[in-house]
């Protein structure tokens, strides 16, 4: 479903910040596939995520969606096949519209946008109905600028709004990372139900080592640009935190240091 | 009673131009500073297709609309040289509006034309016709202004609710969520840009026939008058909605005319301060919220202390 092949990227090359961010990353997701993407800070995670969307582009390497080359594709025309969520919950929402209006601009993705009316009779009951499901008690609150409502309930939003035109792939990055862990928890069992309902398949970005390991199929490990663990299936499922730490010693020769990461 | 119409009738012309500067300083939160060339451009325009003997154009609307159009390439250059070409945005308008300096004396063929009113060498402008029912040209000049401040309000406001609209709304808010929803945000702003500059190039037309004439400096300041509209407008009216948005920003306009021409009525006043007196009006009412909040809490702190 999902191809990256042979990705590289460096920013500022030939300055003495030159950064090698991305060094020949290839991952194939399967339909359905729930990868989720560990490494510490700056292992390239979110540079590779943002290859993915088109908010940057590779030197080197392609992208591929459901068959389609995308690798030159700018990233509005991108979005057609893939449902993004940030981690700052500002980053998806619209916070002067109403959440009716977020709605309907999320349900027309991929449909050319002409001078019909933006939102036309009988959506309501959708949105209705679609916010009904994060039970929230957005349902009632159609109307409410979407800057009114909590970093968790704009999450929320905004993974309703990404996968509202059901995407190819899911791209998350850390999108539970800003909010309280009790938030954190309900909008990651959202993310759950909402990609076994559909089965979508997802690239899940995550800080959390624990969760890295309780969801999805399959769990990728990042390190300095480079994938350096790739487990799915039973294998993924019998690891444990012990062995994701051991198996990033003997990787990367180093100690994990990342605080953030071993928290929790 | 002159001077209120004359206020009444400046404020509703000025309210397209204010309109048009709300949607780029506030929709697209994109400080766009080409209006200050499209307003010579629909006045040019208009003074040198209403004065031109040899165009056969005789349709003073038609003429308008002609000029609101010239405005909105004006826009289109600004959105293109910014979104395909990367220029940011202040330099964008810049650009455009000294061109535009340029190319407004091209089409007058000279740096000012006389559209006289009254007289023998009377044109036809929008409101000549009224005038012929036997209107006053002042209140000629209100009732056609109000016609089309309606007619652009309840246009603006449908297009702001189609499909579309919505993603120009969305632009200025967050335009990488835009992008992530499938749409391509250069055409959101360039559209924008067009509408805003069309609607002042549209308030230059109408300014200069009812003034009388057009000259290649009445543009200078325009974006000071447009911004104290919207701001005099936001401070007392507090609008939340797009449409009341509107409404607030047409009283806003009229509202400033009347501070102008009470300020300018002082005896030691000359009409050369009115540049100074808008630059004063848009300072008070950008410090006034400051101000107020100051106020408020100095108030919650005294009650509290009384309370304890
Ligand atoms: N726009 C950029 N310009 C320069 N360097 C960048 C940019 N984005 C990321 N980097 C660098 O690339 C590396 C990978 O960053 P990132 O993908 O954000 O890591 P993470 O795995 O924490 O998400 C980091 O060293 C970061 O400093
Ligand atoms: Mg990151």
Redesign the interface.
Known sequence: MLNIENVNKTFDPGTPIEKHAIRGVSLQLERGDYVTVIGGNGAGKSTMLNIV?GTLFPDIGTITVDGVNVTNY????R??Y?G?V?QDP????????SIE??L???F???KF??????IRKGERKFYRERLATLGLGLETRLKDKVGLLSGGQRQALSLL??TLKEPRVLLLDEHTAALDPKTAKTVLDLTNKIVHNYGLTTLCVTHNMRDALKNGNRIVMMHDGKIILDMKGEEKANLTVQDLLKMFESASGEEMLSDRMLLT | MLIIQGAISLGLIFSLMAIGVYLTFRILKMPDLSVEGSIIVGAGMTARLISDPYVALSNPFLITVIAMLTGMIAGLTTGILHTKLKIPSILAGILTMVAAYSIVIRIMDTSNIALPPHGPWRVTTVFTFLQDWGLSRMNAVIVVSIVIVVVACVLLYC?M???????V??TG??A??????????DWTVIACLMFSNGLVALAGSLWAQQQGFASVDMGIGTIVVGLASVIIAEVLFRPRMFWTHLIAIVIGSIIYRFIIALALGVEFMRPTDLRLVTAVIVTIALVMPLILEKFRAAKSRKNAARGA
Not at chain 1, 90 to 97: C, F, I, L, P, S
Not at chain 1, 113 to 118: E, I, K, Q, S, V
């Open positions: 969307a700018p990233e509005y025309k979005a057609l893939l993004r940030f500002r980053a998806g929402t619209a916070a002067d519209m209006e977020n309907a601009l999320a027309r993705r991929g946008r002409g001078l019909g009316w933006h709004m990404a | 297009f609710g189609t499909e579309f609209g919505s993603a709304r969305a808010n967050n990488q969520m835009v992008k992530a929803q499938g749409i391509n945000t």
